[in-house]
């Protein structure tokens, strides 16, 4: 008699609200991210600072052997770390700077440079082009400037926080890449906002899985017969 007592008292939707909490809060890590103030998944693991639907997204692609830029360091440099051939990461925070690079595995080239032009053209200094380059720091107009020509032809560049940066949005956009938009929640944040993903028109990886897309975080899992 108890059940049918309960269904009365917690309405459907109710109940798949409190579903919902707990898949971000629980399953995601939303709760344990915001507590602590880092960017964290459900299992203590590293993870960017970018919309939950983008880093989805990310993890179903193989990444070993590319080579990646970031403009802006942190937990993401440590998430693309252990799934890259090499990263090449900037920063201009000293005190970030110093509590980041003692994480850091040996295939990370970490420059710290607080002189604006200096930070937005470190990228010019290699000789090669990049699979991914990440915008996630200061200056961010400036670096996708310079970080379009240096992004490969089967490359793809991504931008945080694009709903705030219309300009540097604009531009990458014009540049003849194609742009794709992932809004909703991430790490420690109690709003939603953009990570945008600029692909090349020659873009080309890999799955990381037999299958794409993957089931998701909170999905019903199902496969065709």
């Known amino acids: ?12 939707g109710i109940s798949a609200s409190f579903k919902t909490y707990q898949i971000l809060n629980f399953k995601y890590g939303h709760l344990q991210t915001a507590q602590d103030w880092a960017c964290i998944d459900k299992d203590g693991s590293p ?16 990444f070993l052997g590319k080579e990646i ?17 090499s990263l090449v990461s900037v920063e201009d925070n000293e ?14 080239n970490y420059h710290f440079l607080n002189d604006k032009q ?15 380059i ?3 720091g200061s200056h961010r107009y400036e670096c996708a400037v310079v970080a379009r020509e240096k992004l490969s032809e089967t490359g793809m560049i991504i931008l945080d926080n694009s709903d705030w940066r219309e300009k540097t949005a604009n531009f990458l956009r014009e540049s003849d890449l194609i742009q794709v938009d992932m809004t ?11 990570t945008s993903f600029f ?12 299958r794409q897309p993957v089931h998701g975080i909170g999905s019903l899992k199902h496969r065709e017969s």
């Open 1 to 12: 008699m108890i059940k049918p007592v309960l269904t009365k008292l917690v309405p459907k």
């Open 134 to 136: 990440i915008i996630d």
């Open 184 to 194: 909703g929640f991430g790490p420690i944040n109690s709003y939603t906002w953009t």
């Open 47 to 62: 993870i960017p600072w970018y919309t939950y639907p983008s880093i989805d997204y990310i993890k179903q692609l193989d």
């Open 118 to 132: 200096s930070y937005i053209n470190v990228i010019l200094n290699n000789d090669k082009k990049f699979d991914v």
């Open 95 to 108: 005190e970030w700077y110093n509590k980041i690079k003692v994480k850091l595995p040996t295939n990370v």
């Open 69 to 85: 830029f970031e403009y802006g360091s942190g937990y993401s440099s440590l998430f693309w770390a252990a799934r890259c051939k």
């Open 199 to 210: 692909f090349s028109r020659g873009f080309n990886f890999s799955p990381a899985y037999d």
